[in-house]
């Protein structure tokens, strides 16, 4: 599979009738305990500044995209749930292989905040995938998700799609990553090939930034609001990028434009020896 790279942009340009702006925030990793760190960083204080940085750019939703908490409690859905509702923008989540996918919309699903498999916002369609395979880390569409999506785009063939999944859908170059990518995604791209309408897949998982093109999509993969993967290299290793959230600005005709925003810098207590997560 060949990948085209892409330059990175900058938001807050003006943006055009019948357009609009999101934010991607993914991967918290909150715990029940406040005092939660993975790898030495406080994963509340640093999920919390970094939707401090998002109030500061406007946008009609967020996409969040999984490992929402490390723990699966409901107390760290608590955590996640209050910090989203301050923001006072609809929050659309899916799970990651952090999540039980049970608990967090029992936990979450309330004040402006939804799990819902689809969303309809103008000119386009946003598709939320569970890949997720109870007790394994790497991620997998069952099939009752693969015809629920077919459907979708079938009964939305005049609008542009973005589908939103946790795991990657297509090797990031790092082995101990890509062991737990999407399993299935000769069926999942084999799929979208039938609809020249969907224009992105979005995924979160990789703690790094990952921008291609493929068959004229958009393939977008993005920094946590914590931890950050050292990207291409085939053993697990914390990198010192700071944490940070992708902006999508979606165009009427189809065009996405986004990028990635980060904290000016690293919080306190990185552990840069850390051996797993
Ligand atoms: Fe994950």
Redesign the pocket.
């Known amino acids: 599979m060949s990948h085209q790279a892409i330059a990175t942009a900058h938001p807050l340009q003006p943006l055009p009738p019948g357009a609009f702006r999101i934010l991607q925030i993914t ?1 918290s990793h909150l715990y029940a305990d406040p005092h939660g760190c993975l790898a030495g960083i406080n994963t509340l204080q640093s999920f919390q500044a970094v939707l401090e940085q998002a109030r500061a750019l406007p946008a009609e939703m967020i996409l969040a995209t ?2 929402l908490v490390h723990d699966a409690s409901p107390e760290g859905y608590q955590r996640v749930r209050d910090a989203f509702a301050a923001l006072g923008l609809p929050v659309y989540c899916l799970p ?3 999540d039980l996918p049970a608990v967090m919309s029992r936990c979450l699903d309330r004040d402006g905040i939804t799990s819902p498999k689809l969303v309809s916002h103008g000119d386009w369609a946003i598709f939320l995938l569970d890949s997720t395979i109870p007790g394994e ?1 790497g991620g997998r569409l069952a099939e009752e998700e693969l015809d629920r999506l077919e459907q979708g785009l079938e009964q939305n063939p005049g609008k542009h799609a973005l589908i939103c999944l ?2 990657h859908p297509v090797p990031v170059g790092s082995a101990w990553m890509d062991r737990m990518a999407l399993e299935n995604p000769e069926r999942f791209f084999g799929l979208l090939q039938r609809f020249p309408n969907v224009r992105g897949i979005l995924w ?2 990789i703690h790094q930034t990952y921008d291609a093109t493929y068959r004229d999509m958009r393939l977008m993969g993005s920094p946590s609001t914590c931890i950050q993967f050292t990207p291409r290299v085939d053993h697990f290793a914390i990198d010192n990028e700071p944490p940070g959230m992708r902006w999508l600005e979606l165009f009427p005709d189809g065009r996405i434009r986004t990028g990635v925003q980060r904290l000016q810098r690293m919080p306190l207590g990185l552990d840069l020896s850390s051996v797993g997560y």
């Open positions: 991967d999984g490992d990651g292989n952090h880390e946790h795991h979160g998982h």
